[in-house]
T-cell receptor, first 114, second 108 residues
Framework: DAGITQSPRHKVTETGTPVTLRCHQTENHRYMYWYRQDPGHGLRLIHYSYGVKDTDKGEVSDGYSVSRSKTEDFLLTLESATSSQTSVYFC?????????????FGSGTRLTVV | DAKTTQPNSMESNEEEPVHLPCNHSTISGTDYIHWYRQLPSQGPEYVIHGLTSNVNNRMASLAIAEDRKSSTLILHRATLRDAAVYYCILSTGNQFYFGTGTSLTVIP
């Protein structure tokens, strides 16, 4: 969507390999989020960031790490990919916080771990 | 934990109004009610949100019960492009809790 891009859009990787997904925004929003979406579960929060180098865990953070060294970039790393991490990953941004102003989502990254 | 309850699916005829219900009996006084929708192969997109009063925008209307334990998203004239999964979400702090949503089918 406008102002937020995710890369890559699709990726196939092997079990045990590290994988990094990138979210880039041009809106200068403070908050950034990573969600995963699986059938029957809706979207579940993995990690979020409320500023440069400020991050926190969401409800399904095990096996994932994040980094935010610049306002515009939020990276999601799968330390050692497993088949259970096959999913569609969405990045979202908001400012000043989602309670009142809501999210803008990216188009998603479809990750397959074989 | 599911914070909202929605029907799994609904159908509507094209050009007719659609009322999508949502129950959120555990809502707290500071929780906002948000609605997003997700078209196939896309990320969710914002539809509308509110706190206590009914809200209208160009996409839809949001009717919030007086006790705030339920709300209804109203699409005034459904079009084929409105076919999507609609999520009713409570925002708590900086986190949204998505349920599995309502899949809306629009019949021509």
């Amino acid at each position: 969507d406008a102002g937020i891009t995710q890369s890559p859009r699709h990726k196939v990787t092997e079990t045990g390999t590290p994988v990094t997904l990138r979210c880039h925004q041009t809106e200068n929003h403070r908050y950034m989020y990573w969600y995963r979406q699986d059938p029957g579960h809706g979207l579940r929060l993995i990690h979020y960031s409320y500023g440069v180098k400020d991050t926190d865990k969401g409800e399904v953070s095990d096996g994932y790490s994040v980094s935010r060294s610049k306002t515009e970039d939020f990276l999601l790393t799968l330390e050692s990919a497993t088949s259970s991490q096959t999913s569609v990953y969405f990045c979202a941004i908001s400012s000043p916080g989602p309670t009142n102003y809501g999210y803008t989502f990216g188009s998603g990254t479809r990750l397959t771990v074989v | 934990d599911a914070k909202t309850t929605q029907p799994n699916s609904m159908e509507s005829n094209e050009e007719e109004p659609v009322h999508l219900p949502c129950n959120h009996s555990t809502i707290s006084g500071t929780d906002y009610i948000h609605w997003y929708r997700q078209l196939p192969s896309q990320g969710p997109e914002y539809v509308i949100h509110g706190l206590t009063s009914n809200v209208n925008n160009r996409m839809a209307s949001l009717a919030i019960a007086e006790d705030r334990k339920s709300s209804t998203l109203i699409l005034h004239r459904a079009t084929l492009r409105d076919a999507a999964v609609y999520y009713c979400i409570l925002s708590t702090g900086n986190q949204f809790y998505f349920g599995t949503g309502t899949s809306l089918t629009v019949i021509p």
